[in-house]
T-cell receptor, first 115, second 111 residues
Framework: DTAVSQTPKYLVTQMGNDKSIKCEQNLGHDTMYWYKQDSKKFLKIMFSYNNKELIINETVPNRFSPKSPDKAHLNLHINSLELGDSAVYFC??????????????FGPGTRLTVL | DQQVKQNSPSLSVQEGRISILNCDYTNSMFDYFLWYKKYPAEGPTFLISISSIKDKNEDGRFTVFLNKSAKHLSLHIVPSQPGDSAVYFCAASGRDDKIIFGKGTRLHILP
């Protein structure tokens, strides 16, 4: 009965590969997010989508491309993986566009390790 | 540029006592503040929030205090319980709808 789910939970891959992380929420929320938790433990927003439209796009390399096929899904595709991409990536969702004042519900995270 | 700072990476508190987690921010445009709790191998879960028009918000054992002039907020947990052992993230947002998180404080509740 997971509210926000991510797959895979762990991802180990070689530099230069292309990989995707999937996120699904069954809460009926309109807004979804991707966050990166780096080695210094900061949780930084990368993207947010509202009803399949890109709302927030932080300074993220264009190797990262979010895709939202419908409002319940927000996938993250990463091209040409680099060592510095190793991190834990969290997906989140919130009910409305004003996501900052809405409770955000987080997925369990995907630990990406680039070798 | 750390707009939200949690200067204590960890804190140990005896079970039953009060836990006080602190957070400072630099951006005076922030108008909403949140605390999230995170267990290992899980995503953060929302705990409590406060709008900048208030100076206190209470929910059961959890109280958040906001001191706007000092740009400081704190989370009080009383009484502390073993299940409170987790990492606590302070977060803040302004009109741009982005939430900025601190680095987190690991709370250990000692038996």
């Amino acid at each position: 009965d997971t509210a926000v789910s991510q797959t895979p939970k762990y991802l180990v891959t070689q530099m230069g590969n292309d990989k995707s992380i999937k996120c699904e929420q069954n809460l009926g929320h309109d807004t979804m997010y991707w966050y990166k938790q780096d080695s210094k433990k900061f949780l930084k927003i990368m993207f947010s989508y509202n009803n399949k439209e890109l709302i927030i796009n932080e300074t993220v390399p264009n190797r990262f491309s979010p895709k939202s096929p419908d409002k319940a899904h927000l996938n993250l595709h990463i091209n040409s993986l680099e060592l510095g991409d190793s991190a834990v990536y969290f997906c989140a969702s919130s009910p409305a566009l004003a996501g900052a004042t809405d409770t955000q519900y987080f997925g369990p995270g995907t630990r990406l390790t680039v070798l | 540029d750390q707009q939200v700072k949690q200067n204590s990476p960890s804190l140990s508190v005896q079970e039953g006592r009060i836990s006080i987690l602190n957070c400072d921010y630099t951006n005076s445009m922030f108008d909403y503040f949140l605390w999230y709790k995170k267990y290992p191998a899980e995503g953060p879960t929302f705990l409590i929030s406060i709008s900048s028009i208030k100076d206190k918000n209470e929910d059961g054992r959890f109280t958040v205090f906001l001191n706007k002039s000092a740009k400081h907020l704190s989370l009080h947990i009383v009484p502390s319980q073993p299940g409170d052992s987790a990492v606590y993230f302070c977060a803040a947002s302004g009109r741009d709808d982005k939430i900025i998180f601190g680095k987190g404080t690991r709370l250990h509740i000692l038996p």
